[in-house]
């Protein structure tokens, strides 16, 4: 006898809540290993003290850089409303990831074995909203808490307004987001969301910038209005928890898995120290929503010929790496005003950030063999067509940076100049990383040697830069 | 009146200026399969995934037996079983475990799973852990997991794929049972052994 299709009398007779399919999930998994709830505290536990401790060391060290001497002294308003900006630029960026994210996911075998059955989908996500909501409060609290801190706070009650802006923003972000997953496609109101303080970004940093170098300067707010910002992110926090719970039955299996290859590729991407696991896929998915382009032939001549045009066709057709190569240019400008001392520095590494934007067919070229070989000629020579594109993009982004910085000795403008260019050919051309490499055994545990060197490939040559500029500049 | 197990209506997909599917409709009776045909890239799988929830379409709608396919609704998934290429295993449950676990969540026991496992042939991995399996036994792992659970709709992405031919021939004959029963049964499949042997009406797209 084989077994036949069962009825549907009743669909949902027996079906058991989702307490009972956790339950059941997780009895199953305990089965085959003995990671308990303890080992799982533990490692939280571990985790927020190096959070915690590396966090008020690093935000230390960086109030003392910021009043040393070395950085320079900016104009009273500079930095404040500089500070603004980038808070509001971060919490864009932060928002996009919310949505890229999810942020509410399912693994794609829990979406697979458990989530496809006719469980209640609200009781299934509300733990893990719950989660996400407490995790984003903490989150933005100590947030909150660096940047007053950073900014010379020290009065335990204004860290503590602080901490609470910082909370109430983060979870009125989180809450909404939830809500705009559930929402139908083609809503605009969650990508206006993320554009307004990108936006409110740039012209901050526009008004700024042109303020500082041909007025007297932006004069900063007598106090920074952080009661004001409790007071409106608290209610909306709670409107959005409200509207959140409400949602989580309309979260659907497309954006749930979607957020999951995201955060699965993320942490492979982490654990792996490979981040191109992940640039992988946003790269994917953004040729994915392009969809389809208009092809035309290419001009006549050397084959090197047809592979440069190829290599700008590629950046028209990508604009937003164009756009992020302008907008490093603003964000020079800003450094400039900001940290004095530091703009040379700044230069090197926001140069770096240009060029790399730019190196998008050095990496398709450098990591596929099958590639080279389709497209013929040595390996050198390709990789030479290909540096072009960045290598005039990091020329020109330098030049229109150069008022930015003090002119150092004749040959260092240059030379650091090429350098970028070098270190963007070394991180475009790093091949697959290799896993079978030496490890260290420490009294911090075992340390990848071989892998961290693959990874620094570029960054490391930029170190040098870095530190080249500083000594020398 | 008779309602259609499954009914499509205007469904189109785009990506980017690419539009994949195209103004796609038809209906599917009770105890009938359907497949769906066409050139590699013409929206096969992704009219399944449509359908299933999976992805969204942007215009056009599902309807199960008269309901509007909302994912979200449990009723509707209750009703459509679906082995898509997207499934994924967890890494620390064993075969039977698996099936026990979509038995469980649709409300009903693990009678079935004995009997779908003898007969995918999986007795002897029952308990192997994912990560041990041939890709043929995840096929027909994927494939169990429809079986063992109540379906009034079952969509299939190409079972035959990584099937040998005792497999396929057991496919063949249990996509009949299944039309027997009363399922509706929307498959996309590129064998012209089993379309023929199995299949009633065919449905064209990206012609």
């Known amino acids: 006898m084989t077994a036949g299709p069962a009825t549907v009398t009743d669909t949902l007779a027996g079906v058991p809540t989702a307490r009972q399919v956790r339950t059941h999930l997780r009895k199953a998994r305990s089965r085959h290993h003995d990671h308990s709830l303890g080992d799982v505290l533990g490692d939280a536990y571990v985790m927020v003290l190096f959070v915690g401790m590396y966090g008020w060391f690093a935000i230390s060290a960086s109030r003392d850089l910021l009043d040393s001497p070395t950085v320079g002294q900016a104009e009273p308003g500079v930095r404040w409303w500089l500070a603004i900006a980038a808070l509001l630029a971060g919490a864009g960026l932060a928002w996009r990831a919310l949505r890229a994210l999810g942020p509410l996911l399912v ?97 901050i940093t526009t008004v700024v910038v042109l303020v500082g170098r041909f007025g007297d300067g932006l004069p900063r707010p007598a106090t920074t209005p952080t009661i004001a910002l409790v007071a409106l992110a608290v209610p909306l926090a709670g409107l959005g928890t409200i509207l959140a719970v409400r949602a989580l039955p309309r979260v659907d299996r497309a954006t749930l898995t979607t957020g999951a290859q995201f955060a699965n590729a993320a942490a492979t991407a982490t654990i792996l120290l490979d981040p191109s696991l992940l640039a992988n896929l946003v790269e994917s998915r953004r040729w994915r929503r392009i969809g389809r382009v208009r092809s035309r032939r290419f001009l006549p001549g050397p084959g090197w010929w047809a592979l440069l045009q190829a290599d700008v066709r590629r950046l028209r057709r990508h604009p937003s790496a164009v756009l992020i190569w302008a907008a490093l240019i603003g964000v020079q400008y800003a450094a400039a005003l900001a940290l004095p001392g530091l703009a040379g520095a700044a230069q090197v590494v926001f140069a770096y950030l240009a060029a790399d934007r730019l190196t998008g067919g050095l990496r398709a070229v450098s990591r596929s063999p099958g590639l080279r070989r389709a497209l013929g000629g040595s390996d050198n020579l390709l990789r030479g067509i290909h540096v072009v594109v960045p290598a005039v993009g990091a020329g020109l982004w330098w030049l229109l940076t150069l008022p930015t910085v ?9 030379t650091l100049a090429l350098g970028v260019v070098a270190a963007a050919f070394r991180a475009g051309t ?44 | ?16 200026d690419l539009v994949v599917l195209d103004d796609v409709s038809f209906t599917l009776p009770a105890g009938r399969i359907a497949v769906v045909l066409g050139p590699n890239g013409s929206g096969k799988t992704t009219l399944l995934r449509c359908v299933v929830g999976a992805d969204r379409p942007d215009s056009g709608e599902v309807l199960v037996q008269g309901r509007r396919a909302d994912e979200t609704d449990p009723q509707v998934r209750a009703l459509v079983a679906a082995a898509l290429d997207d499934i994924d295993f967890f890494p620390d449950l064993s075969v039977v475990e698996h099936l026990e676990l979509v038995a469980y969540a649709h ?101």
């Open chain 1, 107 to 203: 693994t794609p075998a829990t979406q697979s074995w458990a989530t496809s059955a006719p469980v209640d989908r609200q009781a299934w996500l509300a733990p893990r909203f719950v989660l996400l909501l407490v995790g984003a409060a903490a989150g933005t609290a100590a947030l909150g808490v660096a940047v007053a801190a950073l900014g010379g706070v020290s009065d335990p009650t204004a860290l503590g307004w602080a901490a609470a802006a910082g909370a109430g923003w983060g979870a009125a972000a989180l809450a909404l987001s939830v809500v705009a997953q559930s929402s139908r496609s083609g809503r605009r109101w969650p990508t206006v969301v993320g554009a307004v303080p990108m936006a409110a970004a740039a012209v």
């Open chain 1, 406 to 414: 003090d002119p150092g000795p004749a040959w260092l403008a240059p």
């Open chain 1, 430 to 473: 790093r091949p697959p990383i290799d896993y079978g490499g030496a490890t260290v055994n420490t009294p911090f545990g075992m340390i990848p040697v071989d892998l961290l060197r693959q990874g620094s490939r570029g960054p490391a040559l930029l170190a040098v830069l870095v530190l080249v500029q500083l000594f020398l500049g």
């Open chain 2, 1 to 16: 009146m008779i309602v259609d197990a499954l009914s499509v209506r205007g469904l189109s997909r785009n990506f980017g």
């Open chain 2, 107 to 207: 409300g009903g026991d693990a009678e079935p799973v004995e009997e779908v496992l003898a007969e995918l042939g999986l007795e002897p991995a029952r308990d192997q852990l994912p990560v041990t399996l041939s890709s043929g036994q995840r096929r027909r792992l994927a494939l169990a997991s429809c079986f063992v659970r109540p379906r009034r709709v079952l969509i299939l992405d190409e079972p035959e794929q990584r099937l040998d031919v005792r497999g396929r021939q057991w496919l063949a004959d249990r996509l009949l049972r299944e039309r027997a029963a009363g399922t509706a049964v929307l498959l996309a499949s590129h064998d012209p052994e089993l379309i023929d042997a199995v299949v009633d009406e065919r449905i064209e797209i990206g012609k």
